[in-house]
């Protein structure tokens, strides 16, 4: 028995890929759909825990028990003021950072971030490995420290014109070198992209600089810039120091009010301001999670990327006819044309269809029924053929309408046209085939099994038959 051996063109599966484009884009809506509820939901219940802190320690400040009575300071008295004084100071000095610092501002879930890689390259510095690798760690050093210097960020706000206090630029830089790197790596976080970028190319060109004034103090060495990435992240660690700042902010107003509480009228008035009737908001805003842009995209990605692997993978491993092209380049058939059975196809997967047969014009792709026929008929006539046997390995309703269809024409130039169910399982229709010999595949993209359309035309040569051609339903 002769085997076939399956040759997919590429191009043939690229446009099975594209084609099923339904079914990726439905993919990756619910990839998208799932990572973003997932990671949302993952944000609210971080959110709802610091929430439930919160409210905690505000319904920790709503207890009262006020006793006022008015009298002359004693040395306790006094020192409850003290007290009272310092602790207002402190929360006014950190409701006003709070207030005023960008970093607390930035939202921990969806945090703008650009992460430079720096390389210290110093091979000729020094003879030894140990020695060039202490001269490394002090270069690295020199630059960390520089990084926090008051040159750089004055520099920063001169290039991105920020009325801001240096200190609330300086802790929006972050530094990382590892023990016995060459390498270390600057992180800068702002909550506008168009300013971080500013920031970060002025860090850039700062650095470049102080490279070539640290070179003539602690000699030559080469600063790279190895890698320079943007990104968008759940940052933990700035989440945690918000909510740090939150709890110590409610922490002070409860105290606060427990002094208070047992102070007179006289020594309230002597504290000054209140802390107890400012506005929460004005305190501390807590930042509700967002739908995550980033997972959303992921997801798409991700789910369009498993449903074209899974259509590659059936188009590779299924067992039923895929591409026209097979009946043509695996089994040596001469092709009398296709016909198209999705009669309602969609705008768009007509254009692909007609993108993909633009360059097809001899293969009689996507061809009618008049003009199979008349490929069967001109056959028929310069084989000096009177009668042909049409059969398939799957004869459904739809096969035997168009048999019928060719039955009618063919009659009418004198040929006769008999059928038959699969030769491989109905033996009537074996014996009609051996006897009529010349026969016509019908078959079906989809549907037609590989081993029963292989084992059929082993049949047929196997009772001296001739396989005129094949007909392709897509």
Not at 329 to 334: A, P, S, W
Not at 349 to 355: A, E, F, P, Y
Not at 415 to 436: F, H, K, P, Q, W
Not at 450 to 463: H, Q
Request: charged share 30%; aromatic share 8%; glycine share 4%.
């Amino acid at each position: 028995m002769e085997k076939w051996n399956r040759n997919i063109s590429i191009k043939e599966l690229i446009w099975k890929v594209i084609f099923e484009w339904k079914k990726i884009v439905l993919c990756a809506i619910i990839f998208a759909v799932i990572a973003t509820a997932l990671r949302y939901s993952k944000d609210m219940r971080t959110y709802e825990a610091a929430k439930i802190k919160h409210e905690k320690a505000v319904e920790e400040q709503k207890e009262t028990g006020l006793s006022i009575i008015e009298e002359n300071f004693s040395v306790e008295e006094l020192q409850q003021i003290q007290d009272a004084s310092a602790l207002q100071k402190i929360a006014i000095e950190t409701r006003e950072y709070l207030e005023s610092s960008i970093l607390m501002s930035i939202n921990s879930f969806q945090e703008d971030v650009i992460t430079l890689e720096y390389y210290i390259g110093a091979q000729n510095a020094y003879e030894g490995e140990d020695t060039r690798e202490n001269y490394v760690q002090d270069i690295v050093y020199m630059y960390k420290k520089y990084l926090k210097n008051e040159e750089l960020i004055k520099e920063i706000l001169d290039s991105t014109k920020l009325d801001i206090e240096p200190r609330y630029i300086e802790e929006l830089i972050f530094v990382y070198a590892e023990q016995g790197s060459s390498i270390f790596t600057i992180e800068v976080v702002y909550p506008d992209k168009e300013v971080l970028e500013d920031m970060v190319s002025a860090v850039k060109v700062a650095l470049n600089s102080y490279g070539e004034t640290l070179a003539q103090k602690m000699g030559s060495h080469e600063l790279v810039l190895i890698a320079e990435n943007a990104s968008v992240r759940v940052d933990v660690n700035l989440g945690k120091r918000q909510l740090d700042y939150q709890t110590a902010m409610d922490s002070y107003r409860s105290k606060f009010k427990t002094l208070k509480s047992v102070m007179t009228s006289a020594q309230i008035a002597k504290i000054g301001e209140s802390l107890e009737n400012e506005s929460e908001e004005n305190i501390f805003k807590m930042q509700s999670p967002s739908i995550s842009k980033v997972y959303m995209i992921l997801g798409v990605f991700v789910g369009a990327f498993l449903a074209i692997v899974v259509i590659i993978c059936f188009a590779l491993f299924e067992t039923r006819l895929q591409f026209v092209n097979e009946m043509v380049e695996t089994y040596q058939l001469r092709l009398f044309g296709t016909l198209d059975r999705d009669k309602k196809r969609v705008a768009l997967d007509r254009l692909l269809l007609k993108i993909k047969n633009r360059g097809d014009k001899g293969k009689l792709t996507n061809t009618t029924m008049k003009i199979i026929c008349t490929n069967l008929e001109l056959t028929c006539k310069n084989l000096s053929l009177d009668r042909i046997f049409i059969t398939g390995t799957v004869m459904n309703a739809a096969e035997q309408k168009i048999v019928e269809e060719i039955k009618e024409y063919m009659a009418k130039m004198g040929v006769e046209v008999v059928t038959g169910e699969n030769i491989c399982y109905d033996e009537t229709s074996l014996r009609i085939m051996a006897e009529v010999k010349n026969t016509i595949l019908l078959e079906q993209i989809g549907a037609s099994p590989y081993r029963d359309l292989e084992k059929e035309i082993e049949l047929i040569k196997e009772y001296d038959g001739t396989v005129l051609g094949c007909i392709i339903i897509a």
